[in-house]
C-alpha cells in the first residue's frame, strides 16, 4: 500500500472534523498511542492523511484536536504558523513523498506572534515572523480577524505555490483557526 492515497482530501478534511468534535469534550487524546503502532510506524513508516501548519503555541496541539494518533498527521510547527522555505520544503516532501492529499494551515485565538504583529512589535528573529504576520493583516486591529487574515494568506501562498507542481497537483488545501477556550476549530473555506 505504500505510495498509494489511501484517503481523498475530502476525506482527510471530515475526519479532521470529527476528530475536533470527539476532542470538545474529551478529557484524554483518543488517538492511537500504543506500542503496536509505534512498532507498525517503525516497521512499515508514517502514512499521515493531512498535514498540518500550526502555531508553535504549547496550546495548540494539533495532534490532541484532531483526536490523532501516532503516523495519521504530518505537523509542521512555527510561531504564528508562517511560511518560508522550510515550512514549504516539509509540505512538499509529505505531499510529494508521502501522498498527503490534504493541507491544512491551522490559527488560533491569543497567538502572540498575531497580537506582536498587531502592536507593531518584533525585534531580532522574531521580526521575521511579525513581519510576514504584518503582511496577511495589514492594520487588522481585531486579534480573531488577525488570526484568521493570517491562515488566509498562507493558504493562498500554498495553492499558488504549488498550483503548477506536477507531483502535488491532487492537493488540497484549507484553513481553520482553533479557539483555545472552546476547542473548537472554525474553518474558513
Known amino acids: 500500500m505504500k505510495g ?7 476525506e482527510s478534511l471530515q475526519k479532521l472534523k470529527d476528530g475536533n468534535d470527539r476532542y470538545l ?23 499521515p492523511y493531512a498535514i498540518v501548519i500550526a ?3 504549547s496550546r495548540e496541539i494539533p495532534e490532541a484536536i484532531f483526536s490523532a ?45 498575531v497580537g506582536a504583529a498587531i502592536a507593531g512589535d518584533g525585534e531580532g528573529y522574531i521580526r521575521s515572523i511579525t513581519d510576514e504576520i504584518h503582511k496577511a493583516i495589514g492594520d487588522e486591529k481585531d486579534e ?16 499558488d505555490i504549488y498550483a ?7 492537493m488540497k488545501t484549507a484553513g481553520g483557526v482553533y479557539d483555545i477556550e472552546t476547542g473548537k476549530v472554525e474553518w474558513l473555506d
Do not use: W
Not at 484524554?28 to 516497521?43: F, K, L, V, Y
Not at 480573531?144 to 495553492?159: D, F, H, P
Open 69 to 113: 494518533g501516532i503516523g495519521e498527521l504530518f505537523v509542521v510547527r512555527v510561531a504564528g504558523n508562517v511560511l518560508d522555505d522550510h515550512q514549504l520544503g516539509s509540505i512538499e516532501y509529505a505531499a510529494g513523498h508521502l501522498h498527503c492529499p490534504l493541507t491544512v494551515v491551522l490559527g488560533h485565538t491569543h497567538c502572540g506572534a
Open 164 to 170: 503548477e507542481h506536477p507531483e502535488l497537483g491532487r
Open 144 to 159: 480573531r480577524k488577525a488570526s484568521a487574515l493570517n491562515v488566509e494568506r498562507n493558504v493562498r501562498m500554498i495553492r
Open 25 to 47: 469534550d474529551a478529557l484524554t487524546n483518543h488517538g492511537d498511542i500504543s506500542p503496536q503502532i509505534r512498532r507498525q510506524t517503525a516497521e512499515h513508516g508514517q502514512h
Open 55 to 57: 502555531c508553535s503555541d
Open 4 to 10: 498509494e492515497i489511501s484517503m481523498t482530501a475530502e
